[in-house]
């Protein structure tokens, strides 16, 4: 329960990376409040890869296994809420839920991801995370030489065709629409029997998330096992904008090597800071960040 409404740092995101900075934090004796509106954007992926020791576990059941090892802590509190505002103040920073509770804090951090933004294709939004991927390094072995098709145009589909045909040849491009791609890049594709199909998408065909086949507006279609796509997304949450921190070219929080974002006292770890978007990665930034934070703390007051 929560008794006190200030802290040596407060998180914002209970997820992975959020739950890694809080035990790094709290071990090292620091009051922590961990906030969490509990929507993790992998909530439907029904398995979790590439992380040794949770190999193939529900990323829920990992994420609660870490929250109840980190509740042991009585250094770490947790709220479930919605951050909803935040501020500079005199001495740190304060933060305002949904709810209309208020906290502050002398340092903080965003560990909030990121929220794709899914297509309109019907199918496409109950089949991501579940056949349809986003990283092969995560998903990939799981459908290695099945049929596979990728949605991409122009460059982005010519590298990320390249990257794909590593783990199957059974490949095509589903462009959606006129190829961008180049001449050469058509041809280097061809070479390699990878599919270019220009034809637009009407939907999928799936069965609980497991894609069947995929539709065209011409009424043709083709059979898949998986699909590999990159939407784009956007920040899951606004609050560090409105304190000043910069975002990439990329739309990801912009971070230094010490997970320091550019305005002081603020730092960010996890999917909302890097495109590579793992457990793994997420669990080592937070770790690494909570360390950076309880130095600079250690720092200020010596």
Not at 37 to 62: M, W, Y
Not at 184 to 195: G, Y
Not at 240 to 261: R, Y
């Amino acid at each position: 329960m929560i008794d006190n409404n200030t802290y040596d740092v407060i998180i914002v995101g209970g997820s992975y990376s959020g739950l890694s900075a809080a035990m790094s934090l709290g071990r090292s004796l620091r009051q922590v409040l961990v906030i969490d509106s509990g929507l993790p954007c992998n909530r439907q992926t029904p398995h979790s890869h590439n992380f040794i020791t949770h190999d193939g576990e529900k990323p829920a059941v990992i994420s609660a296994k870490a929250k109840l090892q980190v509740d042991l802590y009585n250094t770490v509190q947790f709220y479930n809420g919605l951050a909803v505002s935040a501020v500079k103040t005199e001495n740190g920073f304060e933060i305002k839920t949904e709810s209309g509770k208020s906290f502050t804090s002398r340092k903080l951090l965003f560990a909030t991801g990121v929220k794709d933004l899914l297509p309109e294709i019907p199918g496409f939004a109950e089949c991501w995370g579940i056949s349809v991927l986003h990283c092969p390094y995560c998903h990939g072995y799981e459908v290695k030489t099945e049929k596979t098709a990728i949605i991409a145009n122009g460059e982005m589909g010519f590298e990320f065709a390249k990257l794909i045909s590593n783990w199957t040849k059974d490949l095509s491009v589903l462009t959606n629409g006129k190829s961008t791609l180049s001449p050469e890049e058509t041809l280097i594709l061809q070479q390699h029997n990878i599919d270019i199909i220009e034809d637009e998408i009407d939907s999928f065909e799936h069965e609980n998330g497991n894609i069947k086949n995929v539709v065209f507006k011409n009424e043709s279609k083709i059979t898949v096992k998986a699909i590999y796509a990159r939407p784009p997304f956007e920040q899951h949450c606004h609050l560090p904008e409105g304190l000043g921190c910069e975002l990439t070219e990329q739309g990801l929080l912009k971070v230094d090597a010490m997970q320091k974002t550019n305005t002081a006292g603020i730092y960010a770890s996890g999917d909302c800071t890097t495109q590579m978007r793992s457990v793994a990665i997420a669990v080592s930034t937070g770790s690494f960040a909570g360390a950076v934070i309880n130095k600079e703390l250690i720092d200020e007051d010596f």
